[in-house]
């Protein structure tokens, strides 16, 4: 899990990123998950049923303790249960937090979450 | 004449260190890094009358003796116990005797529970640690294999 500066411009971003928490100027490492402790959403019932697939981009609070504090759908995959899945699974999730130096601190970072119908 | 070379690279280096962070100091606060994609995937709905999904309300409502009967929603799936317990239901499948498992593949959460090389039957499969509760649905596949 590479933890990759964002790519494409800070327009649509900062358009959704919450004015608490914070800016993300001088941190140094971003928050990223911490091996072992990702629940895996499920596929919910009813959008597999409908054959719905899709991308759903959550913006994820990090607190200083690697605990998830909110999650916000910046774009949603096309059907509530599959936002719904993403958030409640990723909402136990605990991460690396970010880091200016060596101090850590709380942070937004972006995670898509995709759901696919496969055999 | 090692030395200078050495001591040459050094400078060069930090020159290139000193680049990098006046390059990377006055960014102004960058976006939310994006994380690498978690993936979840899942078999698409059903699409022949011998597949099915069923959903964990359908065993949910019902009390369950032991944990395998909630296999008994299963069309053509009889489960029963000819002892006491303490060792795995018998199976029947569309009237074949599958004895403890043997010609039907058992898995929760994707994890195999067959024993393939069980004394008492190959594919030998308890499913006494499974907890009916805790279940969300059952998928069912009955192939020609």
């Known amino acids: 899990m590479g933890a990759a500066t964002a790519p494409g411009g800070s327009g649509a971003v900062a358009r959704s990123a919450p004015s608490s928490g914070t800016s993300g100027e001088g941190i140094t490492q971003w928050a990223r998950p911490r091996g072992g402790y990702q629940v895996h959403p499920s596929y919910p019932a009813t959008a597999r049923q409908a054959r719905i697939e899709g991308t759903v981009r959550l913006l994820v609070h990090v607190l200083a303790d690697g605990r998830v504090e909110e999650i916000r759908v910046e774009a949603s995959a096309g059907h509530p249960d599959l936002d719904r899945a993403a958030t409640d699974a990723v909402r136990q999730w605990r991460f690396e937090p970010a880091r200016k130096g060596t101090e850590p601190v709380a942070s937004w970072v972006i995670l898509p979450v995709e759901f696919h119908l496969t055999r | 004449m090692m030395k200078r070379t050495v001591a040459a690279l050094a400078l060069v280096g930090r020159a290139a260190l000193a680049d990098a962070q006046e390059a990377s100091g006055p960014q102004p606060a960058p976006?939310?890094?994006?994380?690498?994609?978690?993936?979840?995937?899942?078999?698409?709905?059903?699409?022949?009358?011998?597949?099915?999904?069923?959903?964990?309300?359908?065993?949910?409502?019902?009390?369950?003796?032991?944990?395998?009967?909630?296999?008994?929603?299963?069309?053509?799936?009889?489960?029963?116990?000819?002892?006491?317990?303490?060792?795995?239901?018998?199976?029947?499948?569309?009237?074949f005797d599958a004895d403890h498992g043997t010609d039907v593949g058992f898995f929760l959460d994707n994890m195999p529970i067959n024993l393939r090389s069980h004394a008492h039957g190959q594919g030998y499969t308890d499913l006494h640690f499974m907890i009916p509760e805790t279940l969300k649905q059952v998928d069912v596949f009955k192939g020609p294999y």
Not at chain 2, 49 to 71: C, H, M, N, T, Y
Not at chain 2, 78 to 95: C, D, E, P, T
């Open chain 2, 31 to 95: 976006p939310p890094a994006v994380l690498e994609p978690v993936i979840v995937s899942a078999p698409p709905p059903v699409d022949s009358s011998s597949e099915q999904v069923i959903p964990g309300k359908d065993f949910e409502l019902r009390p369950q003796g032991r944990p395998a009967d909630i296999l008994r929603v299963v069309p053509g799936f009889v489960v029963s116990q000819h002892q006491g317990g303490g060792k795995a239901a018998q199976y029947f499948l569309r009237g």
